[in-house]
């Protein structure tokens, strides 16, 4: 099944009413790539720029649908069941004195986030673990009541699903989905973290394009079939999106319930990553869409429900206007916040090394160089001393590349003064992330800041902020 593009028109979508739903989510949201298909025919494929359509993003949770299709297999196979005790596939992991609440929980429970979870251990948790990950989980304290009866999301039930998989069927689940699943529907080559172990990490994670979210959606739409292959088996495919639990304090939005590892509604299901990266189904209607993005809002799915419907019953009026194409080439993300390219002072700042205090980024130090009138370059030595250099245009982006790691790899950068304050703004794309650091050496000292567009880090946490206003007070030649 290959793409086939097709203006809305043609699938009898209102190119308008779409414009329209862009400009909405524009205003509330920071979207990187979208992907709307109907029909099996692409009808809208965007990218934000410096984000790039081709350059897959770390999906987050939206990685735990691998986890579900992986989990239908084995199920399918005769190799696990929904009742099975989980705890039978990974006693070699449990601590001596783990909590005997863990023996009542099984992989439906797992698959539906009511394993009794007292914390969520989310992708911060288990990064800052060096191993043992499957056994520093299974320590944690339990709250027996809720054991298959309340909803607490945590990212443990994953990696632990991931785990029993690959002992179950031989092999990781990266490996078993791009030999059963990506392969058969067009999707070449996925990269899946993993933990020291070995597995891959269930919860987070897997990176993906906008337009593999989408083909992925539309493996959904239609039934697990795929070029007259039935890839996963039809029956999973809708137990997955069956609403098993309702989510707290979700009443009110179009996605309040929990299915295997889906996020649940009347209308819609949808794979739901941290900040933004969605695969939504619409149940009724055969459309998918698929988004990456960089932000904290929570009602992306509310705002394409309603306009994707609308889209539909617009039927006067100027049905293929020009808004939608124009709207489509003024995607783009805002250069770094600043007038001018050149500062009378910047001597005082550029051709020497600033010490960093302690920050997110784990950079020591930092030094500024004058390319040329639009262009300058950045060195940064990193705390395993690791020198690394970019570049930063003005009113334009550098694309970078700094780490072998694909997780981190590419960086997009660009530079503006504003009186005394040099603003770099670093759009990692890779990633959600978009960061904005200030260097203001207007004064007799350099004061450092860092703006995330959104973070794990606490913003309560003051021992967690020293870099976003820290005070730098000598220099390195």
Same mark, same amino acid.
């Given at each position: 099944?290959?793409?086939?593009?097709?203006?809305?028109?043609?699938?009898?979508l209102n190119a308008d009413v779409l414009a329209q739903?862009?400009?909405?989510?524009?205003?509330?949201?920071?979207?990187?790539?979208?992907?709307?298909?109907?029909?099996?025919?692409?009808?809208?494929?965007?990218?934000?720029?410096?984000?790039?359509?081709?350059?897959?993003?770390?999906?987050?949770?939206?990685?735990?649908?691998?986890?579900?299709?992986?989990?239908?297999?084995?199920?399918?196979?005769?190799?696990?069941?929904?009742?099975?005790? $989980?705890?039978?596939?990974?006693?070699?992991?449990?601590?001596?004195?783990?909590?005997?609440?863990?023996?009542?929980?099984?992989?439906?429970?797992?698959?539906?986030?009511?394993?009794?979870?007292?914390?969520?251990?989310?992708?911060?948790?288990?990064?800052?673990?060096?191993?043992?990950?499957?056994?520093?989980?299974?320590?944690?304290?339990?709250?027996?009541?809720?054991?298959?009866?309340?909803?607490?999301?945590?990212?443990?039930?994953?990696?632990?699903?991931? #785990?029993?998989?690959?002992?179950?069927?031989?092999?990781?689940?990266?490996?078993?989905?791009?030999?059963?699943?990506?392969?058969?529907?067009?999707?070449?080559?996925?990269?899946?973290?993993?933990?020291?172990?070995?597995?891959?990490?269930?919860?987070?994670?897997?990176?993906?394009?906008?337009?593999?979210?989408?083909?992925?959606?539309?493996?959904?739409?239609?039934?697990?079939?795929?070029?007259?292959?039935?890839?996963?088996?039809?029956?999973?495919?809708?137990?997955?999106?069956?609403?098993?639990?309702?989510?707290?304090?979700?009443?009110?939005?179009?996605?309040?319930?929990?299915?295997?590892?889906?996020?649940?509604?009347?209308?819609?299901?949808?794979?739901?990553?941290?900040?933004?990266?969605?695969?939504?189904?619409?149940?009724?209607?055969?459309?998918?869409?698929?988004?990456?993005?960089?932000?904290?809002?929570? $009602?992306?799915?509310?705002?394409?429900?309603?306009?994707?419907?609308?889209a539909l019953e617009k039927q006067d009026g100027n049905?293929?206007?020009?808004?939608?194409?124009?709207?489509?080439?003024?995607?783009?993300?805002?250069?770094?916040?600043?007038?001018?390219?050149?500062?009378?002072?910047?001597?005082?700042?550029?051709?020497?090394?600033?010490?960093?205090?302690?920050?997110?980024?784990?950079?020591?130090?930092?030094?500024?160089?004058?390319?040329?009138?639009?262009?300058?370059?950045? #060195?940064?030595?990193?705390?395993?001393?690791?020198?690394?250099?970019?570049?930063?245009?003005?009113?334009?982006?550098?694309?970078?590349?700094?780490?072998?790691?694909?997780?981190?790899?590419?960086?997009?950068?660009?530079?503006? $003064?504003?009186?005394?304050?040099?603003?770099?703004?670093?759009?990692?794309?890779?990633?959600?992330?978009?960061e904005e650091y200030t260097f203001n050496f207007s004064?007799?000292?350099?004061?450092?800041?860092?703006?995330?567009?959104?973070?794990?880090?606490?913003?309560?946490?003051?021992?967690?902020?020293?870099?976003?206003?820290?005070?730098?007070?000598?220099?390195?030649?």
């Amino acid at each position: 099944m290959k793409f086939e593009y097709a203006n809305p028109k043609e699938v009898g979508l209102n190119a308008d009413v779409l414009a329209q739903m862009l400009c909405e989510l524009e205003e509330k949201a920071e979207l990187h790539s979208i992907v709307i298909i109907k029909d099996d025919k692409l009808i809208v494929e965007g990218n934000w720029t410096p984000y790039e359509k081709d350059v897959p993003q770390m999906m987050h949770s939206l990685s735990k649908t691998g986890i579900s299709l992986c989990v239908g297999i084995a199920i399918d196979e005769g190799k696990l069941s929904l009742d099975d005790k $989980f705890i039978e596939y990974v006693r070699e992991d449990l601590p001596e004195n783990y909590d005997r609440v863990l023996d009542q929980v099984t992989i439906y429970d797992l698959l539906t986030m009511q394993a009794g979870s007292a914390s969520c251990a989310n992708n911060v948790y288990f990064t800052a673990l060096k191993s043992d990950w499957e056994r520093t989980w299974l320590g944690e304290k339990r709250i027996a009541e809720n054991v298959g009866n309340a909803f607490y999301y945590d990212s443990g039930c994953s990696y632990t699903l991931s #785990k029993i998989i690959s002992k179950v069927m031989g092999t990781t689940c990266i490996n078993l989905l791009q030999e059963r699943v990506f392969s058969k529907i067009g999707i070449d080559h996925v990269d899946w973290l993993h933990s020291p172990e070995g597995y891959n990490t269930g919860g987070w994670g897997m990176y993906l394009t906008a337009r593999q979210i989408a083909r992925l959606g539309q493996l959904f739409l239609h039934e697990g079939r795929w070029n007259k292959e039935q890839i996963i088996p039809a029956d999973w495919v809708h137990e997955m999106s069956l609403m098993r639990i309702a989510k707290p304090g979700c009443e009110y939005k179009v996605l309040s319930g929990y299915g295997y590892h889906f996020h649940t509604g009347e209308k819609l299901y949808a794979a739901e990553g941290a900040f933004g990266q969605l695969m939504i189904c619409f149940r009724e209607l055969p459309v998918v869409i698929g988004i990456t993005s960089g932000t904290n809002c929570e $009602f992306i799915p509310d705002i394409c429900q309603k306009y994707i419907y609308q889209a539909l019953e617009k039927q006067d009026g100027n049905f293929n206007g020009p808004a939608l194409a124009l709207k489509m080439e003024s995607l783009y993300l805002p250069f770094a916040g600043g007038e001018s390219a050149l500062d009378e002072k910047e001597g005082s700042l550029f051709g020497r090394w600033i010490l960093l205090n302690q920050n997110p980024r784990e950079i020591r130090k930092v030094r500024f160089d004058r390319e040329d009138e639009n262009l300058i370059r950045i #060195k940064f030595e990193l705390s395993d001393s690791t020198v690394k250099t970019a570049w930063a245009g003005y009113q334009y982006w550098v694309k970078n590349d700094l780490f072998m790691d694909y997780t981190k790899r590419l960086h997009c950068l660009s530079y503006a $003064f504003s009186r005394g304050v040099l603003t770099v703004a670093d759009c990692m794309i890779n990633t959600s992330y978009r960061e904005e650091y200030t260097f203001n050496f207007s004064g007799d000292t350099i004061v450092c800041g860092w703006k995330p567009n959104v973070t794990y880090l606490d913003g309560n946490d003051n021992s967690k902020r020293v870099f976003m206003e820290s005070t730098v007070t000598h220099h390195e030649k």
